[in-house]
């Protein structure tokens, strides 16, 4: 890539990178350190025609806690909205986060996104009825 002056890295974290959960500890912290990789690939590459971005992922639709026990997922579920996490259960999907990354390798020549977080919005609710 720098050889031919032009070249993108994409690196995918999680929000847990920026809002850590409890009882997830390793997780967050691996995220966070990918971030810092980020960072620093960003610097060390500056000005080399090399774009990085990081696509922080929020919750997604994947087999991600699928070995989780009920009675863990229970517990989590209690504790996070305590810190303002998990305000409701709506997810992303695979796909949309395929498609944010498209997104930053398509972006045009004299621009980088530098993070793109990714969230679900929250679910409709039902109209207030009379």
């Known amino acids: 890539m720098v050889a031919g002056g032009r070249g993108d890295v994409v690196f995918v974290s999680s929000d847990t ?11 967050s912290a691996s995220k966070a350190a990918l971030e810092t990789v980020a960072r620093i690939v960003d610097m060390e590459t500056e000005g080399t025609g090399i774009r990085t971005t990081v696509v922080r992922v929020g919750p997604t639709l994947t087999d991600f806690a699928d070995d989780w026990t009920p009675g863990t997922f229970e517990h989590l579920l209690d504790i996070w909205p305590r810190f303002g996490i998990q305000r409701h259960f709506n997810t992303v999907e695979p796909a949309d986060i395929a ?5 930053a390798l398509t972006a045009p020549a004299h621009a980088r996104h530098d993070t793109i977080e990714v969230q679900p919005v929250a679910p409709l609710r039902a109209p207030d009825l009379p």
């Open 17 to 27: 990178a920026r809002t850590p959960r409890p009882g997830m500890i390793g997780y």
């Open 99 to 103: 498609s944010v990354v498209v997104h």
